[in-house]
């Protein structure tokens, strides 16, 4: 509460007496502390003449007093280099030191100066991030900021600091060239010939590549940047974000590259770190990098033939029109049909028209025959993309992956009763009985044991017993889920890693039902698994509206599955189809 002799708030007069009004308040305050909003815009009104009073309660004890000061001195615009030192201290002073998140950092981007601008790079350099009030001081410096962070990076061999230690510099010039739009080729040339010095360090040159791109377009950097990367492949993967950044047409090189290394490894297992993204918005392509691209239409992953089909509708690859008509009539996976689909609309092709035609009619997902139907006819009359794609949208078709994604009818579950399933072949969690026979060290103990100072174990939910053994799931969110085999003559193994929400024998296959929603993400999954000689082979098998949230067994052998406030129904020899619920719907 505010002291009882406090004058009324909003009518303090001169700095002290309005200090005197900023409440005390012991429990942990967030932001900017709490005090009459005009309390506060009449100290901000005073301007430089608060800063030492406002220093003096920015060191106090009590955490509410100790906030409002701090947030006050950080919108003091008319300060000066003088200044440098009573802000240092009301920094170091601050119970937000240690990650950077005082307020009074901001100040710093006014008084400028080689001090300030000094102690903003040590102290980027101390937490190792931008995403914090020591970045916004940066933004406050604009290019004024840049000597400073050049300054830093001048990492010689006894300096003895690792990449880690630069990512805030780094992060600051993406800022400057990102949300600024500073372009300075005198800077950049001033990163050159840090680059080129023998004596700094191979981490402080890598950060240092990176950041040419987000300060320059000039194409005579670009080439540098490139014919430096030729002659030192270490620096390939920085320069190749530069020249991404820069949008220059030499980073298809690097992407050509990292193509075909992942071909020859035999295809990655997900999408991680492959350019297709990158290579849709760089556009047209040579004849050589779009051959590769169209190679990863055969990859065994699901997630790279969908990034793979849509990068080569983007970059306009026409040679890969026949492959990518393959994947449009796919039952298992309505993401690939739907890639393949819109490759082809961007790529007008014509040629096409029967299997999207196809799709439109028989496809089980109705969504996707939408999709189809509005391409076909959009093919038929000619009309122009840009009535339907825009090139903003390139990053949007690549990171929100359920693209189309749709909540099936609602679904009232007593229309679909559960076949009972004996216990003796499965089992389920309850609170009062947890499957702890199954239980297993939790897996990331195993990769990262900074993780796990308790050794920790994992209690699954589901059981299924599978050709003499058993197979135990688990789904923990957004931190990972897995499947376990647990044979009676041997310890527990991984053999897939999902989120598991449950697993069906039938016949001489199990089926997991796997899936997510979380954030902006909504995948859900079935694999078949097959017991073989060599041990289990697990391929998916068909892909989910989005990630199951229940499921059980009907009398006839098929598998109910709840998809948000729908459903639908799988068997391994019809395929899937949506559940036949209420004529309501509903989309996501």
Known sequence: MMMSHAVRAGQCQGIEQCIAQIPYIQ????GRGKVDKSVRERLRAYGREALLPLAQVAQESNP????????LIAQIQDLQEEDFEVIQSVIKHNRSYELGGVWSYRALGYVGGKKAGTFLVNELK??????????????????????FLIEGLRCFDSCKEDEETFDGIGEVFYMLGNEL????????KQLIKLIKNDKVTDAAKHVAMSAIGDITQDPKIAQWVYDYAIAHPKFVDSATESLQTMKSPLVEYFYLAQLSKEIEAGFPSSVYQLPFSDLARLGKVSEKTGSKVVAFLQAPSWEVRVEAALSLGYIGYHQGISELITLVDNPYDWRQSYAGIKALHLLSAKSALTAIERVAQTHWYAPLRQYAHEVVTALNLDTPLSASYQKQDISEDFLRLMALAQVPPICHTHFFEKELESIEVKKYATKTQPLAEYSYPEPVCAYEPEFCEVPRNIVPTVAAKFQGQWLA?????????????????????????????DVYVIGDYAYAITGLAHGVSNLGMIFKIQMTKQGFVIVPFYRLPGAPNASWKLNDGAIFIKVGAGAVIFHPETGLKVADCDEQSVQL
């Open 473 to 501: 799931g688990d789904s923990r969110g957004e931190f990972g889920g897995e499947l376990m085999s647990f044979a009676t003559d041997s310890k527990a193994h991984i053999i897939l890693k999902e989120n598991i929400e």
């Open 126 to 147: 101390r937490v190792q991030t931008a995403s914090n009030q020591i970045g916004a001081a940066f933004m406050r410096l604009g290019v004024d900021g840049i000597p």
């Open 64 to 71: 509410n007093r100790q906030a409002v000061a701090d947030s």
């Open 27 to 30: 429990e942990n305050v967030r």
């Open 181 to 188: 739009n500073i372009v300075d080729a005198k800077y950049a």
